[in-house]
Structures are given as C-alpha cells and as structure tokens.
C-alpha cells in the first residue's frame, strides 16, 4: 500500500487528474444496477493519496473535481439516451447532460477535497473530516437550485437489503456517511507515518459497525411476507409505450386502448383499483367528461383508475403534469399536480434570460420548450382513493428526494408514477427503481410504483419487492396493498436532522483527533 502511494505521489499533474477521473468512474459501478461496492475503497483510497499530494488549493480542489466528472459522467451517461428520442430537434442539447451537467456536478466533490485540504489535517482526523465534507457537499448538491440528489453513495448498497435497513434510522445520507468513511479507511494503510496497528483500529471497528448493521438488518427484516390492507386489489399496468411514439397524434388513441385491454385481462386476480403510468392518459382528462364517462366503464365495482394525465386550465391556460383519481361514476375525485418539476424536461430556467439574450432563438429545442406549472406551496400532497388510505402521491423523479415525502397529512402508502421511457435500457431506470425502494424503507411504509416502461413494482415498507415487471416488458401484475409497520421510523420522524447531526458529530471528532495529532508532535494547531 505504501508502495502505491508513492506510485501516485510521483506522477505528474496531469496523470494524477486523469486517475482522479477514472477511479471516479468506478464509482458509477458500484452504484445500481451493477452495485460492485468493494470498487468503493479503491476508489475512495485513491482520491484521498492524490489528495495527499496536493500542495496547494487549487490542486487539492482540481482532484475532487476530475474524481467528480468522471463519476457523474459514468453514473449520468443514460440523461443523453433521452435526447436520442427526437435527434433532430435536441441534438445541439446533448453535450448539456454528458459533459456540462457533470462538470457543475462535480464542482460539489472539488469543494469537498478542497475543505479537506483545507483543514490541514492528517491520518485519521482526515478521513473523518473529509467524509463530513463529502456528505455535506452532496447534501446541497440535493438541494441548491432544485436538487439533484441522484447516485448519492448509500445507494450502493441497494443490492444487500440487510444493511440498507439502515436508513430507517438515520437515512440513505446516514448511510451514505458511514460508506464514505469506511471506504476511505484503507487510505491509512499508504501513508508511511501511521502504523500498521494505527490503521488497523479504526478499519476494524468500521467493520463490526457494518457486521453489526447487517445483522439488525436481518433481525429487523420479517420472516415472513407483510400483510396487506383488506379489499386493496391492485392491477399496475405497464403499457411498454416506446417514448418516440408516446406523443405521435395518430397513435394517442391506441395507446390509451392498450392501457385498457391490459387493465381490462381476465388472468390473474380480479382488481378493485386500476394504477397507470405517468401521462397514461394522453389527453386533458379533467376537462373531457365524455372521456371521464367512457373509461368509468370499465372501474370495478367500488373502485377507481389512478393515472397520469396531463391537466389544463383552459382559462388561464396553465397545464400541470398531474396525477389523477377516476371514479366509478366517471367523476374525477382527486387531483395531484407534480410540485418538483424536471429542468429543461417540463419547464425552462431562467426563461427571461434565455429570451433576453437570444440562447432561445440559437438552439431551436429551448425556443420551442413550454413550461408546466408549478402548483403553490400550500398544493396537497395526499391523495385519497376511495376504499383505500391515504397515499403519499409523487411523479416521477420527485421520490428521489427524501426530505420531501413528510407531509403535514398523515398517509399509509406511497404512490409514484414515472415514465423512465425516455432512458432505454440503461442504468438510470435501475438508480431511479433503487432510491424508490429506499423510500420505503426510510418511511416504513409500502410504494406502489407503476411505470410506463418499467420498473413497476410493488414494494413493502422493508424494501422487499413481492411482486415486479421488469424494464421494458408489457403487461400487468397484481397484487395487495402492505400495511405500513406499526409505528413510524426513526428516519420519519426525525428526517434529515440525524444525518446532518452525524455530518457535524464527524467534524467535532475530526478536530479533536486533529489537534491531538498537533499536540503530540509538538505542531502549533
């Protein structure tokens, strides 16, 4: 390990960025769907050793930056995929999500070394305050102009359900934070003034830590399968509507006949409550009462079809990307407008500028572009499907924020409608799949997910998946509502103060242990 260390610190600068981006890329593999997580330490390791050589700031920040490209790089690529859908007009787009998006990404992992550098501490109180600063920096990365809180590193363990449990108590950040670390621990075993035995004790108190979560995550995950809400008889629908052809005039209509011969199949159970996709209904439901009466003839007795649908207020003409409750009456009995709405895909930051200065006119796709509404913020987030409780409504990639599942409502289940068939068959639909099912876990209650394309799931409030259609098949399946687990999670309740309590606990430690370094070699702190 020492011997590799020296190999880093005697390349020159720009070999040492270019491995900076490559072990960052890495990183895209041990996140879903592939999950390899012992890349993770080589990965980590490494960043850090380049670190280590940095003797200035703009050195120390230029490594956590080409680290950062390359990983968002490889665990982004799949954003390009969907400005394949229609070439001719989004081509000139393309560099946008491939390249430019990941370079202001990775400005988040560039300040993270570059605190770390900053701190000017050594060995072990390194490690902890860099992977405080790792954690933090991807926090805001989640939150600052919207948020983008995709491929956060806790979601790397999404393929052993056991130790993801976890985030029941201290959430995919808690869990992104404990990776990070011990990822980061074997850096110690390179450099030539910390011990073998020094290095030793906290890499395997970092391991029990892990042995240990592992094991409530068994005890903690039932033996046997959740219960279900009496008379909740789900039919998902998973149309597997190619998005080139989605919005094609001429075929509206037989998509939405599609949808209704598949809800409408007389194998498997009898179903109460029909769930479709995002825009399954590729028409202005909400204003077209001959439609609303025309599909209600197909509800079951009792219940109702939930889809997606786009919404217009002819009068104001605002449209909203919703979701929408269809009774048996043919009476729409409950509405959800999307609230965290996708930039460049339904609506156009800085719209006025665009204008202003004439980038709108330059690439015809932004000129072209019209905006959703976004609803207020006193908007309902609850939605109520008769016969069954409350559900926690969310479209699309809403549900990979954490902080924004509480509710002021109190709700038994969450609902979520995509379409991820803008991404083909990559690895984004997987990621997006993998931080649903973490969402169940950290609220401990089921989600039903119906996508266009797939992955459309059941899913019960331990993460578990009973019953699933995988990526770009066509059908349907059937299956119960799971109760939510008796009592509220540790997570719900408390939400991000536990993984931001344990950001600031990692950086009091990193201090201490840094100052106790200065002390005993007779440093000034």
Known sequence: MTALNSWVSNLSGFKKYLLAFVLGTLIAAALPPLNLIFLLPVSFTGLLWILGTSTTRRQAFLAGWWFGWGQFIAGLYWIGVAFTVDAKTHALLMPLPVLVLPAILAIFSGCATLVTHMSKSHSLARIFIFSGAWMALEYVRGVIFTGFPWNVIGYSWSGILPVLQSTAFIGVYGLTLLTIFGSSLPSLFGEANTSRKTAAFPLATTAVIFAILYAVGIARIP????????????????????????????????????????SLSQEGATPRYFIWPETAVPYYLTTTKQLQKELAQIIPTGGAIVTGAPRRDPVVQQYWNSLQVLGEAGDILDVYDKQHLVPYGEYMPLRSIMVATGLSKIIPALDQMSDFATPDSSAKKVIFVPGLPPARALICYEIVFPWEIASETAFSWILNI?????????????????????????????????????????????????????????????GGLPLPIPERTL?????????????????????????????????PS
């Open 418 to 478: 995509t379409n991820d068939g803008w991404f083909g068959t990559t690895s984004g639909p997987y990621q997006h799949f993998a931080m649903t099912r973490t969402r169940a876990i950290e609220q401990g209650v089921a989600v039903v997910r119906a996508a266009n394309t797939g992955i459309s799931a059941i899913i019960d409030p331990y993460g578990r998946v009973p019953a699933e259609l995988a990526l770009n098949d066509t059908g349907y399946l059937d």
């Open 223 to 262: 033996s046997s399968a959740t219960e279900n809400f009496d008379d909740a008889t789900l039919r998902i629908v998973q149309p597997n509507i190619p998005q080139s052809d989605k919005w094609k005039p001429d075929l509206l209509l037989e998509h939405l006949r599609k949808i209704v011969r598949l």
């Open 491 to 523: 997570y719900a309740r408390h939400g991000e103060a536990i993984p931001i309590g344990l950001v600031f606990a990692f950086f009091a430690i990193g201090i201490v242990l840094h100052r106790r370094l200065r002390k005993n070699t007779g440093l």
